[in-house]
């Protein structure tokens, strides 16, 4: 059966036959029965069997990991288990600004207000002249954000026509800017520019707007923000696992072992050290030998095995 399961749906519907199978049913007429002996997280999903269809359940307004077990059991009692990892991600976040600043330039219309919502209400900032023969705008907005396993920021913006074009930076201590992106519209067209900020992201942030030309030209230039915002999605830091029966054949006699996968997604770096636990019929000593019960995956490295023998 799939071991993973990840939504934001309201309810995951599985049917279970033919997900577990048991070689003796066609010569003996033999019934498998399902039961949950395993759910590790009931605030985030609720699961439920009823016959053969198991019902997964999510809660209003939570997210986060659930380990969810299925039992198969047969009339003579021999039973095999398979978990299921399931991962509700949380809904995404739009932080606004909640701050601004005009260090060069001036606002012309609307304020930051303006920019949360696309709606063909701009927040207008008009170059100055300095020098006599020069201009120059530099705009900073502040914002708090959220943080997340994603962090994007969005604008949609354009600017008055001419040869200036004006330039999205971001900072995280006010003082030190990364570039993102270029506006070069000179119409709104109702289309956003994005960029992925670092997934580390989190906490204060400034967003600045510049010139890129800084020759006065025909005359001053301006740039029309509608709609600005940074989007983080899902939980920041959470390691994803699961685990796969790639050879799920194995045999007591001769060299034919079962091979588990244990695959981490996201972020590779550094050891990951994995626990498992072992269920079924089978008698360990005899049936197998004796498993430790945990498993690394090493820095670097998105996988590793589990050898049974």
């Keep these: 059966m799939p071991n993973r399961i990840t939504t934001i749906s309201r309810d995951e519907v599985m049917n279970l036959l033919g997900v577990f199978d048991d070689v003796d049913i066609p010569t003996n007429g ?19 069997i009823v016959d053969d269809v198991l019902t997964l359940d999510f809660l209003d307004d939570q997210h986060g990991v659930a380990n969810v077990t299925v039992r198969a059991t047969d009339q003579s009692g021999l039973w095999v288990e398979d978990t299921l990892l399931v991962t509700v991600n949380a809904s995404a976040t739009d932080d606004r600004a909640v701050g601004e600043a005009t ?17 063909d209400v701009y927040e207008a900032i008009e170059e100055e002249v300095y020098a006599k023969k020069k201009s120059r705008l530099q705009h900073v907005w502040d914002f708090n ?24 930076e971001y ?13 070069t519209k000179t119409g709104d067209d109702g289309s956003y520019q994005t960029y992925p900020l670092p997934a580390s992201t989190s906490g204060p942030l400034w967003v600045r707007v510049v010139d890129t030309d800084g020759s006065r030209e025909a005359g001053l230039e301006t740039i029309y923000v509608d709609d600005m915002f940074i989007r983080s999605e899902g939980a920041a ?21 079962g091979t588990f ?26 049936d197998y030998q004796a498993l430790s019960g945990s498993v690394v995956i090493p820095d670097g490295a998105a996988s590793t095995t589990i050898e049974i023998t």
């Design 30 to 48: 033999d019934v498998l029965s399902f039961s949950l002996p395993v759910n590790d997280n009931p605030g985030v999903v609720s699961a439920s």
């Design 171 to 183: 900072s995280l201590d006010g003082s030190n800017w990364t570039n993102m992106l270029t506006v």
């Design 103 to 119: 260090p060069a330039g001036s606002v012309i219309a609307g304020d930051r207000t303006a920019t949360e919502t696309s709606d």
């Design 237 to 257: 830091g959470m390691p994803i696992v699961t685990i796969a029966a790639t050879d799920a054949f194995a045999a007591e006699e001769g060299a034919d072992p």
């Design 261 to 286: 996968t244990v695959t981490r997604s996201g972020d590779s770096s550094g050891d990951l050290t994995v626990d498992y636990t072992i269920g079924g019929t089978a008698t360990v000593g005899t």
């Design 145 to 168: 954000v959220t943080g997340g396993a994603t962090v994007t920021f969005y604008v949609e913006a354009f600017h008055s026509a001419g040869v200036d074009d004006f330039r999205f």
